[in-house]
C-alpha cells in the first residue's frame, strides 16, 4: 500500500460530527460544555490507514482517543470499542 | 480546507510585547472598512473600545498524538468559536490576538485540523508586528523566529526609531528566514487593511511569487537556524516518489517545518497538485488544470529550523520522472 498524498478527501457534514460527538458525550456521560475536538488525520506511515480520525476530549486530564476510520463511516460500535480500549 | 463565501475568515496576530500588536488591532476595530470584526484577545483591557464582540481567551494547548502524526490545539479557541457561532450574523471576519511569546503553529493547526473550525472558518493570514527598533534583542529566541516563520504578512513596525540601512538589513534577514511573507514597513501599526484583512494566504491555488533573488546560492548569508529553502524547477514529477519523498520527510523533519508550499506538475496528469503544511499537517488537492499557455513549473517553499537546503533539492530532483 502506498501513501497517497494528494487523496479525495471524504466530504464531512457537521450533522456527521456532531452525531460522534453526541455518542461520545452520551457513551462518557461528561458535560456538553466539554470540549470534543474530532480531526480527520492522514497518517504517513505506510502501517497505518490512509485516514484516521483522533479524538481529543478536554476533560481533565485530557484524552485522546483514536478510530481508524474517516468521521462519516463511524458508527456508535466504533466509539464503544475505542473508549474501551 | 477549501474557502467557501460561507466561512469566517481568520486573521492571526501575533508579535512580541511592545512590537504594536494591540495598536494594531485597535486600527482594525475602529476603522471604517465595512467589515465586522470579532476579536479574541489575552486580556480584555488591551482593547481600548468598548466592542461587543471581544472575547477574553485562557490558552488551553492540547496535543493530538494519533501516533503517526502529532499536533497541537488550542482547546479554548475551539470552544470560544463554537460559541461565536451563534452569533454569526453579528460578525465577518474573526481576529485573533495570540501573546507576546506564543508559538503560533497550535493556533494555525487548530484551523487546519478540528472539523466544525475548519467547516466554520478560513484562515486567512498570520499578521506578525516586528519592532525594528528592538527585535535585534530577540533574534535567537525561539519565539521571535517562529513569529516570523509563521508569517504571511510582516509589519516591521517603528520604522521612525531606526535607520534606512537597519531597514534593508532587517528585511533581508526576515526574507531570508521566510521568503513567502510580504512586508511593510509602518509607524504606529498604520496599514491599509486591505493589506492585513482579506489576504488569502492560506488558499491553496494561490501563486507562490517566490523572488528569484532568494533563489541564489548566497541568499542565506545570515547565520540564522530558521530559514526558507525555494526550489524551482520545471520537469515532470513521477507521483509516487513524491508521495514517498514528502511522507519521509513529514516524519523525520515534521517538527522542525514551521511551513511548506508547493505546486507540483505531475506526468501523465493535466491539474496542478498544490499543497501546504504546518510541521506534520499536510494539506494537498488537484487543483486547477495547468493552462495551455501556462510555464508547468514546480515551485515549492519549505521554513524552518535544520533544513538541509541542499539535500531537500536533490531528495526533489530524484522524483523527478
Not at chain 2, 14 to 37: M, Q
Not at chain 2, 124 to 141: C, G, P, R, S, Y
Not at chain 2, 278 to 287: A, I, K, Q
Amino acid at each position: 500500500m502506498s501513501i497517497d498524498l494528494f487523496p479525495k478527501k471524504p466530504a464531512v457534514t457537521s450533522a456527521q460530527t456532531q452525531q460522534v460527538k453526541s455518542w461520545l458525550y452520551e457513551i462518557l456521560q461528561i458535560d456538553h460544555r466539554t470540549v470534543i475536538s474530532l480531526s480527520q488525520l492522514q497518517c504517513q506511515d505506510l502501517n497505518c490507514p490512509p485516514i484516521q480520525t483522533a479524538i481529543a476530549i478536554m476533560t481533565t486530564p485530557h484524552r485522546v482517543i483514536r478510530i481508524h476510520k474517516a468521521i462519516p463511516d463511524i458508527t456508535y460500535n466504533d466509539v464503544v470499542e475505542a473508549i474501551t480500549k | 480546507m477549501m474557502t467557501s463565501y460561507s466561512q469566517i475568515p481568520v486573521t492571526v496576530l501575533t508579535g512580541y510585547l511592545g512590537a504594536g500588536k494591540t495598536t494594531l488591532l485597535n486600527r482594525i476595530l475602529t476603522h471604517e472598512h465595512g467589515k465586522k470584526v470579532a476579536v479574541i484577545v489575552n486580556e480584555f483591557g488591551e482593547v481600548g473600545i468598548d466592542h461587543k464582540l471581544v472575547v477574553n481567551a485562557d490558552e488551553e494547548i492540547f496535543e493530538m498524538n494519533n501516533g503517526c502524526i502529532c499536533c497541537t490545539v488550542r482547546g479554548d479557541l475551539i470552544r470560544i468559536i463554537t460559541n461565536l457561532m451563534r452569533r454569526r450574523d453579528k460578525f465577518e471576519h474573526l481576529v485573533i490576538e495570540t501573546t507576546g511569546l506564543a508559538d503560533p503553529a497550535p493556533v494555525i493547526q487548530t484551523f487546519f485540523v478540528d472539523e466544525d473550525v475548519s467547516a466554520k472558518t478560513s484562515l486567512d493570514a498570520v499578521v506578525t508586528v516586528v519592532d525594528a527598533k528592538h527585535i535585534a534583542q530577540h533574534w535567537d529566541a525561539e519565539e521571535a523566529q517562529e513569529q516570523i516563520a509563521f508569517a504571511d504578512i510582516i509589519l516591521l513596525n517603528k520604522t521612525d526609531l531606526v535607520s534606512e540601512s537597519e531597514l534593508l538589513e532587517l528585511e533581508q534577514r526576515i526574507k531570508s528566514m521566510n521568503l513567502m511573507c510580504k512586508i511593510y514597513r509602518t509607524q504606529n501599526s498604520e496599514i491599509e487593511m486591505d493589506a492585513v484583512l482579506g489576504v488569502g494566504a492560506f488558499q491553496l491555488e494561490r501563486a507562490l511569487q517566490i523572488d528569484p533573488e532568494f533563489l541564489g546560492e548566497d541568499a542565506h548569508e545570515h547565520d540564522d537556524t530558521v530559514k526558507s529553502v525555494a526550489i524551482v524547477e520545471a520537469g515532470e514529477l513521477y507521483l509516487p516518489k513524491v508521495n514517498a519523498w514528502i511522507s519521509q520527510l513529514l516524519r523525520e523533519q515534521g517538527v522542525d517545518i514551521f511551513r511548506m508550499k508547493g505546486i507540483l506538475n505531475i506526468k501523465g496528469i493535466d491539474e496542478r497538485f498544490v499543497f501546504q503544511g504546518v510541521h506534520m499537517l499536510f494539506d494537498g488537492t488537484r487543483d486547477r488544470l495547468w493552462r495551455t499557455d501556462e510555464n508547468r513549473q514546480n515551485e515549492l517553499v519549505f521554513i524552518g529550523r535544520n533544513l538541509d537546503p541542499a539535500k531537500l533539492k536533490a531528495d526533489f530532483l530524484a522524483c523527478m520522472y
